[in-house]
């Protein structure tokens, strides 16, 4: 397989800080590689650097011709009052059927694709992009943190296509464990400045990470044994003359005992969450309530309880009333009707998706710590739980004013696991936390002996934690029944489910429209027409003694066979539809 991206000497540097040095990579076309490291050791530095919207210091990134790099656009390139289908014509230059077609496998309907984009939920406009993305026939994707805020249904969604229909590869960094095994079959590793590639999916990477860890551990050990019994010797015999020379022998052979490099133990992240004391009856009760905003409900009729000590999974869509529900839970909106009770003496720590902003900008990581702790809670403890979230050493006296709004988020929920709460509500609580931080933060919380209640679409951080399940959608809020993975079975067949019904649908339309399908009939004719003769123009000028290689229009050359081929197979399939109809 051909090298497509080739990566030499990066280099690259934040002010004193080192990204990269002397680093390299080659892709190959095809690759599916699941990018993992810790915050700031440069994984979305490098994902920038690729698209070209950063540049390196020093070295090259240098790109196949036969590359088409799409990525996933982190602002909103639609406007809100256009239409879903009008906006990924227009975005995309690819014809209405192609963008009906790969907006259906994202689960967006012929109904929705009628709709202004602003209309739709914060979940369906992210759906549309990634159909943009798409629709614009890349065979390389970059995808940087792509299943941060998406909810559970567009995740699985997304690995759906991935793993089924999508033929190029990726670079895709997620601190997603279980995203990255489903999608990726290559892993890639941004540590201290290097690329370090292996050819193998996340577990199996992991598993040998740990065994090499092991290795260089029990190598080192049975070296310093080796010198210290070398040293022994030396020190017992080198003023006795009959031994000198044996003595010297000695310590020439311990200077050629060589330890091998230490590897950083990256999952050494410990996070303790300071204990309670055992906790008995309700914690919650929630009596015919009613949530959301003076012009508008969320969600009525909601009745349940939840024993104290539950650790709690508020699942659904987005845009279903997921944060809407724990807000009011919070306090921080008021119940529209009915009521809820949180049981005797439970105080709440409440973590929301922008809470950090409110941090006094004048207090250093420490002083920030110290002042929300609880008063019983050791100097040390502060220190481990701000070293967990990546402060460590000076990190400690850092200016909140200076800090960006990832470590904001990472102190502030520091902040709230020193409180010593009873009740924890956390939405979202691992966006702005590296892989290794959250598998950390799911053990110390699974090992916590209080109430959470959290929101998440990491599928291991929930099947770590959670044992209860809340269920948001369809204006309703009710306690699940099942396991969390019986729920992911029922999601993944309901998913099944509604492809196949959106696929049934949209054939259906079809053969009831013959108008429709005469129509495009006659748009895919023009569309190979044109493609065919642009194909032709080509092939002339190849075919003249004096044409000298071009790489565009070589690239071209390919991209109108492959056109004209899926045209062909597009028009037979209509036509084969309006007969039947």
């Not at 995740?155 to 759906?160: A, G, I, S």
């Amino acid at each position: 397989m051909k090298t497509i991206i080739q990566i030499d000497n990066l280099n690259k540097k934040y002010q004193s800080q080192v990204i990269f040095e002397n680093a390299s990579l080659h892709i190959l076309a095809g690759q599916k590689i699941g990018c993992i490291g810790r915050n700031g050791a440069g994984k979305s530095t490098l994902c920038r650097m690729i698209i070209d919207q950063e540049d390196a210091d020093s070295g090259s990134i240098a790109k196949h011709s036969d590359l088409k790099l799409s990525y996933l656009e982190q602002h909103d390139p639609f406007k809100p009052d256009e239409k879903v289908v009008d906006f990924l014509v227009r975005y995309t230059n690819q014809p209405e059927w192609r963008c009906c077609k790969v907006a259906h496998q994202f689960q967006i309907s012929d109904q929705q694709l009628g709709m202004k984009v602003g209309e739709l939920s914060g979940g369906y406009q992210t759906r549309i992009k990634f159909a943009a993305m798409l629709l614009r026939e890349p065979n390389f994707l970059i995808l940087d943190e792509p299943t941060n805020y998406l909810d559970l249904k567009t995740l699985m969604l997304l690995e759906n296509f991935l793993k089924t229909e999508y033929q190029g590869g990726f670079i895709i960094v997620s601190h997603d464990r279980e995203f990255l095994s489903k999608t990726c079959s290559q892993t890639l590793d941004v540590e201290h400045g290097k690329l370090k590639f292996y050819p193998g999916p996340i577990n199996e990477y992991m598993d040998y990470k740990d065994e090499q860890r092991r290795h260089v551990e029990s190598h080192n050990r049975n070296i310093q044994a080796q010198r210290k019994q070398l040293q022994q010797f030396i020190d017992r015999f080198s003023a006795k003359s009959s031994k000198a020379r044996q003595a010297q022998s000695k310590g020439k052979q311990m200077k050629r005992l060589e330890e091998l490099e230490e590897m950083p133990d990256n999952r050494s992240v410990n996070i303790r969450i300071p204990q309670l004391e055992p906790q008995r009856g309700v914690a919650l009760e929630c009596a015919d309530m009613t949530i959301g905003y003076p012009n508008k409900v969320i969600s009525k009729k909601i009745n349940f309880f939840i024993p104290a000590g539950s650790h709690v999974a508020i699942l659904g869509d987005n845009g279903q009333g997921k944060t809407t529900f724990m807000r009011t839970l919070a306090n921080d909106l008021q119940a529209l009707a009915g009521e809820f009770k949180w049981g005797y003496e439970m105080s709440i720590g409440y973590y929301a998706q922008h809470v950090y902003q409110n941090i006094s900008s004048d207090l250093d990581v420490y002083s920030y710590l110290r002042f929300v702790a609880a008063s019983h809670v050791r100097d040390q403890e502060i220190l481990d739980m701000a070293g967990s979230f990546l402060f460590s050493g000076d990190d400690v006296n850092k200016k909140v004013k200076t800090l960006s709004g990832g470590e904001r988020a990472r102190l502030c929920l520091a902040g709230i696991l020193l409180k010593k709460n009873k009740v924890l509500l956390l939405d979202e609580p691992t966006n702005h936390l590296d892989f290794d931080t959250v598998e950390a933060l799911a053990s110390a919380l699974q090992k916590f002996n209080g109430t959470v209640f959290f929101i998440s679409h990491d599928r291991t951080f929930v099947k770590t934690i959670a044992t209860e399940i809340i269920e948001v959608g369809n204006g309703t809020i009710n306690r699940y029944s099942g396991t969390y993975e019986e729920y992911l079975y029922f999601m993944a067949n309901q998913i099944k489910q509604d492809l196949q019904q959106t696929t049934d649908s949209s054939q259906t339309t079809k053969k009831i429209d013959k108008k429709q399908l005469k129509l495009q009939l006659r748009v895919i004719e023009k569309d190979l027409k044109s493609a065919e003769k642009e194909r032709a123009v080509l092939e002339e000028e190849f075919a003249k003694p004096s044409y000298t290689f071009n790489v565009d229009k070589n690239r071209r050359y390919k991209e109108l066979k492959l056109k004209i081929g899926e045209l062909e197979s597009l028009w037979l399939e209509e036509q084969e539809l309006l007969t039947s109809s």
